[in-house]
């Protein structure tokens, strides 16, 4: 088994040592096959919002190709993740969310995710992959609210299921959380938990970390009021990661996320639920096209106007 660490904290830092420790007891329970990076060390050019990827499979039928191909170090660091049966991502808390890098980084991901790759028919399917999230911050769980959610939407990006999530909390300085055993040994059973993942059919993959919160299928803690979807599906409420639509039902003084019978529509863990999306993104991008000379005259002010501009 190939499993790969990914990283985004000081060198030799907190985030950096807990994915060294779930490597570690990997390699030696299970014999992985270990190789790590720091995405500080690498090039990585942010996507400029163009939608020449999706707009290539949607209008084209073609390939879902990222304008920037061969300018940085994207196909080196994506062709890692892809041949990896396992990740383990240890990204520190910063302003409640993964560091800014994290987010550079997988927002790149969208021509190499697997839902458009399989809409452009070059796959039938994903690679089975697992992965452990990570993360790490100063403070307590309280300022660390979107993280672990955010790190968990980049793994459904591409098609992998998340068997163990963890926060190290009260973590400063770079080296802080080897003063807390505590999480050394949380670290340490999740690089055990993703490494006996992939010792199982992927069909009987469960996640086996602490629960983080509400949802029932992504074990995220962050729950939205439901708003009409593009084809009209309602939930009262929604996971606001996943997607996964229900109500709250208090149970034993406790209030409990329970799904609906078609809770799972639009759920983005699912390919199923990313295909519907990829079918919006389709609709809408049409809609557009088809009253372009409309949208053409209506931009006309916009570009015309020109006060005076920074950079
Ligand atoms: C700009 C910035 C913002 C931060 N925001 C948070 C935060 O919102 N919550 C938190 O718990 N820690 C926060 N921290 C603390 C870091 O997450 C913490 O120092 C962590 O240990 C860094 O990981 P590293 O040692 O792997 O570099 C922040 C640090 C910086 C520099």
Redesign the pocket.
């Known amino acids: 088994m190939k499993l790969l660490g990914i990283?985004a904290?000081?060198p030799g830092?907190?985030?950096?040592i807990l994915m060294k420790e779930a490597l570690m007891a990997a390699e030696e329970k299970h014999n992985a096959e270990t190789a790590w990076f720091n995405l500080h060390d690498s090039k990585i050019l942010p996507c400029t919002g163009c939608e020449a990827c999706t707009m290539r499979v949607a209008m084209k039928h073609e390939p879902p190709e990222c304008i920037h191909k061969g300018k940085d170090d994207m196909d080196l660091l994506m062709a890692e993740l892809a041949a990896a049966d396992g990740l383990i991502v240890?990204i520190?808390?910063?302003?409640?969310?993964p560091q800014g890098i994290w987010r550079v980084f997988t927002d790149r991901w969208l021509p190499y995710e697997w839902a458009l790759q399989k809409q452009a028919g070059l796959v039938e399917k994903a690679p089975d992959r697992v992965a452990g999230l990570i993360t790490?911050?100063?403070?307590?769980e309280n300022?660390?609210t979107m993280t672990l959610a955010s790190l968990n939407v980049s793994m459904f990006m591409q098609s992998i299921k998340v068997v163990d999530m963890m926060m190290a909390?009260g973590?400063?300085?770079?080296?802080?959380?080897v003063l807390k055993d505590n999480f050394i040994e949380q670290a340490h059973q999740l690089g055990l938990n993703v490494a006996h993942s992939l010792t199982i059919p992927y069909d009987e993959v469960k996640y086996l970390g602490k629960e983080q919160g509400w949802c029932p299928v992504c074990h995220c803690n962050l729950m939205k009021k439901g708003k009409p979807h593009w084809d009209g599906l309602y939930f009262k409420y929604e996971c606001a990661m996943c997607g996964a639509g229900g109500d709250f039902e208090l149970r034993d003084g406790e209030l409990v996320f329970v799904l609906a019978e078609n809770g799972l529509e639009h759920c983005r863990i699912f390919t199923e639920g990313r295909e519907n999306h990829g079918v919006e993104i389709g609709m809408v991008q049409r809609t557009f096209f088809e009253n372009i000379g409309e949208a053409r005259k209506k931009m006309a002010k916009y570009k015309a106007y020109n006060p005076r501009k920074v950079i």
Do not use: D, I, K, L
């Open positions: 990283t904290g000081r830092g907190n985030s950096e240890s520190p808390s910063f302003c409640m969310q790490v911050g100063g403070s307590t300022w660390m909390t973590c400063a300085r770079p080296g802080h959380v």
